[in-house]
């Protein structure tokens, strides 16, 4: 689905800039827990055989049914879990444990209740930079708050913030150590939507003033062609396989008003529309068959904002 002229017009899209991320033939293979009615030794495979490069700078969202593995994979990314065969590369180096080279936003929030809005920030900071001093670390703090929409929660502790201003905060520590790779997962999933779109727009802006390269898990599919430069789709587990990744040549900056106006959003929305639903699973465990391949032909589209479609 690449259109280069297109794509040329992307800010984060370039083929030339460096690797920051490679996921080198990965497959995760679990065993089956004891009670379950399975023979001793028996094995599940959630994905296999997973591989795609992802460049300095870029936006890849990866979405997929429910069981295909897109959680366990960012884990992996992450260092919170090991692949049973192949690796991830960051940096020139595999992964093996976690890192401040790749921070996590979680679906849950994860911040640390003692600590305060400001604190949960500088901690981070502090670990990354721990030869700062005091006032260079809470400067730096400051920043990351007041671009993420804090100014003035500073010493409010997450029980008393809202779940969008906890999200804020989550994020606000993420970019705050300049990682090589941020990876986020399902970061908007618990938020109402009118609070999720204004919270997309201002990571969508902290992201291209960092030049931040970013790995996605999302089932929303609005939120990822709004936020990508890529989008890889993910076949049903078990055994998921990258079925294919798909770029999104909407010019940047965007806004949403500008995406659902634009005829590449409706080609794009479709075609992985068309995907998920041919591999939606039917009652008794089948999936539909695909019928008609994909093809990059979008379906006559109208001006009226869509529905939002997740998965």
């Not at 690797?19 to 001793?40: C, E, N, Q, W, Y």
């Not at 990508?228 to 294919?244: F, Q, V």
């Not at 995907?275 to 109208?302: C, M, N, R, V, Y």
Request: charge should be negative.
């Amino acid at each position: 689905m690449s259109n280069n002229s297109e794509a040329s017009h992307l800010n984060h899209s370039a083929a030339d800039r460096k690797l920051a991320m490679k996921v080198d033939h990965v497959t995760k293979i679990f065993p089956v827990l004891k009670g379950s009615g399975a023979k001793t030794g028996d094995t599940f495979c959630v994905f296999k055989d997973v591989k795609f490069d992802v460049r300095e700078g870029e936006f890849i969202t990866m979405v997929g049914h429910s069981g295909c593995g897109k959680s366990t994979l960012l884990n992996i990314m992450a260092g919170f879990d090991k692949p049973s065969t192949g690796g991830i590369i960051v940096d020139g180096k595999e992964v093996t444990e976690p890192g401040l080279d790749r921070m996590v936003v979680f679906q849950s929030f994860a911040l640390m209740p003692w600590l305060t809005c400001f604190d949960n920030v500088r901690v981070a900071v502090r670990s990354a930079h721990p030869d700062w001093s005091g006032p260079e670390l809470d400067e730096h703090t400051q920043k990351y708050i007041d671009m993420m929409g804090l100014t003035g929660s500073e010493k409010k502790r997450p029980a008393l913030l809202s779940g969008g201003m906890r999200q804020r905060v989550g994020i606000a520590r993420a970019f705050c150590v300049n990682p090589k790779v941020l990876l986020l997962d399902e970061p908007f999933a618990q938020i109402d939507a009118l609070t999720r779109g204004v919270i997309q727009e201002e990571m969508m802006a902290m992201w291209q003033r960092s030049n931040a390269t970013v790995f996605m898990v999302t089932h929303d599919v609005d939120e990822a062609i709004l936020l990508s430069d890529r989008i890889a789709l993910m076949s049903n587990g078990p055994e998921a396989e990258l079925a294919e990744i798909i770029d999104v040549n909407i010019p940047r900056p965007r806004t949403r008003q500008q995406m659902i106006e634009s005829p590449e959003y409706s080609r794009v929305r479709n075609h992985i529309l068309r995907f998920l639903i041919s591999h939606q699973k039917q009652p008794g465990g089948s999936t539909e068959p695909a019928g008609k391949a994909l093809t990059d032909s979008a379906d006559e589209s109208t001006n009226e904002t869509p529905q939002k479609a997740e998965v």
